[in-house]
T-cell receptor
Framework: EPEVTQTPSHQVTQMGQEVILRCVPISNHLYFYWYRQILGQKVEFLVSFYNNEISEKSEIFDDQFSVERPDGSNFTLKIRSTKLEDSAMYFC????????????FGDGTRLSIL | AQKVTQAQTEISVVEKEDVTLDCVYETRDTTYYLFWYKQPPSGELVFLIRRNSFDEQNEISGRYSWNFQKSTSSFNFTITASQVVDSAVYFCALSEAARGGFKTIFGAGTRLFVKA
């Protein structure tokens, strides 16, 4: 069964550094998402992306965050200048259509900011 | 504004007991989707079920069953004859139409412990 894949599985970064989290969505999917989960807390929506532009973003997704689909397969989340509170599990998801298809989640990237 | 409430933070049961996880949602949309996801200790999110707002039929899948009631805005999840492998955090989620895609809002999750 096709999967959403995320790399790396764990990223350790010094505070203030830039970090890029990578995702390969399922190949025929058109909608892409990033979520984050601070340890022990709920999963929070960050951003959705369709047709090469952001379609929706949350209050968490401020100017420090950006997303990109640099080629036909990757979908990246960049955090420009990381803060301690950015430490979390980041999940990428994709869905085939807008119609509430179950969003397929990757296994997540655990980001640790030191 | 949408909201998902899972009032039960933690539930502990003994194997073979039945357990129901509650989920109450708020939305102004008439078209929306409800989901349940399982997050085992390994951390990944596993899709369990999706239900759209126009389909109030309850669903059974093996030991899992879901009760969707629009009148009470609830989408409860029952595990029959629980097993140790069911131990996980379970998230209820609501998806409303956002421009260009559906934004999914998660509840706080219910941590289920199943003891042998």
């Amino acid at each position: 069964e096709p999967e959403v894949t995320q790399t790396p599985s764990h990223q350790v970064t010094q505070m203030g550094q830039e970090v890029i989290l990578r995702c390969v969505p399922i190949s025929n999917h058109l909608y892409f998402y990033w979520y984050r989960q601070i340890l022990g807390q709920k999963v929070e929506f960050l951003v959705s992306f369709y047709n090469n532009e952001i379609s929706e973003k949350s209050e968490i997704f401020d100017d420090q965050f950006s997303v990109e689909r640099p080629d036909g397969s990757n979908f990246t989340l960049k955090i420009r200048s990381t803060k301690l509170e950015d430490s979390a599990m980041y999940f990428c998801a994709s869905s085939e259509s807008q119609g509430g298809q179950p969003q397929h989640f990757g296994d997540g990237t655990r980001l640790s900011i030191l | 504004a949408q909201k998902v409430t899972q009032a039960q933070t933690e539930i502990s049961v003994v194997e073979k007991e039945d357990v129901t996880l509650d989920c109450v949602y708020e939305t102004r949309d008439t078209t929306y989707y409800l989901f349940w996801y399982k997050q085992p200790p390994s951390g990944e999110l596993v899709f369990l079920i999706r239900r759209n707002s126009f389909d109030e039929q309850n669903e059974i899948s093996g030991r899992y069953s879901w009760n969707f009631q629009k009148s009470t805005s609830s989408f409860n999840f029952t595990i029959t004859a629980s097993q140790v492998v069911d131990s996980a955090v379970y998230f209820c989620a609501l998806s409303e139409a956002a421009r260009g895609g559906f934004k999914t809002i998660f509840g706080a999750g219910t941590r289920l412990f199943v003891k042998a």
